[in-house]
């Protein structure tokens, strides 16, 4: 399975960015799919999943503004952020997996992307 997220950048604060992540290696439609960030110094974080059903979850520091879609025609999740804040500057990880085990547990993890936020 590789996972390749892409549309990190610089961005001000209250912007907007999308994250996109492509999958490939296996069925893409039958899995979870998950957004972490981890800011410099600071562990990774939970940030947003979606399940095979269109079931999302989000952490409480990005809900009503992060949106987490899938398109399973294309094999490809997507993290759209608005109101983007300093403290959302982080690597954005995507991650995906088969079976549910906890939260913040999967298989497969992509490269990361940046997203920086400029206030």
């Known amino acids: 399975v590789q996972l390749q997220a892409s549309g990190g950048g610089l961005v001000q604060a209250g912007g907007s960015l999308r994250l996109s992540c492509a999958a490939s290696g296996r069925t893409f439609s039958s899995n979870d799919m998950g957004w972490f960030r981890q800011a410099p110094g ?24 992060f949106t987490i879609a899938r398109d399973n025609a294309k094999n490809t999740v997507y993290l759209q952020m608005n109101s983007l804040k300093s403290e959302d500057t982080a690597v954005y990880y995507c991650a995906a997996r088969w079976n549910y ?19």
């Open 42 to 65: 600071k562990e990774r974080d939970f940030v947003a999943s979606i399940n095979w059903s269109g079931t999302t979850n989000y952490a409480d520091s990005v809900k009503g503004r």
């Open 101 to 119: 085990k906890s939260r913040d547990e999967y298989d497969y993890w992509g490269q990361g992307t940046l997203v920086t936020v400029s206030s």
